[in-house]
């Protein structure tokens, strides 16, 4: 279970952190992300993948969050999962930026 726990507690966390990606990049492509931007952002984006980091990996903190150590396998397999959600919103913007610059043009 404990496992279980880290799968769902890691997806979770990573899910949280492309909300935010997508949030903060709304009005363009996450291609387009430039790393000296914002220091409080990357901060927050960076800080809390850290923070889970140790959560999984260092025992003493997994063992009061009740979860384990995941593979590399399995944390790409959770990354995977989440940027899912990423990859859907810059279809999603891609679809809006298309119809807008075709109703400009008519």
């Not at 903060?24 to 291609?31: G, N, P, T, Y």
């Not at 809390?48 to 025992?59: D, G, K, N, S, V």
Request: with cysteine; proline share 2%; net charge positive.
């Amino acid at each position: 279970i404990a496992t279980a726990r880290a799968y769902a507690f890691t997806t979770i966390i990573l899910v949280q952190q492309m909300i935010l990606l997508d949030v903060w990049m709304r009005d363009r492509s996450v291609v387009h992300f430039n790393l000296q931007t914002n220091l409080t952002f990357l901060l927050a984006f960076f800080g809390a993948f850290i923070l889970q980091l140790c959560i999984l990996y260092i025992p003493a903190v997994a063992k009061l969050f009740g979860v384990s150590a995941v593979t590399p396998g399995q944390l790409g397999v959770i990354v995977l999962l989440s940027l899912t959600l990423l990859f859907v919103s810059e279809i999603r913007k891609a679809w809006f930026l298309r119809m807008d610059s075709a109703s400009s043009t008519t």
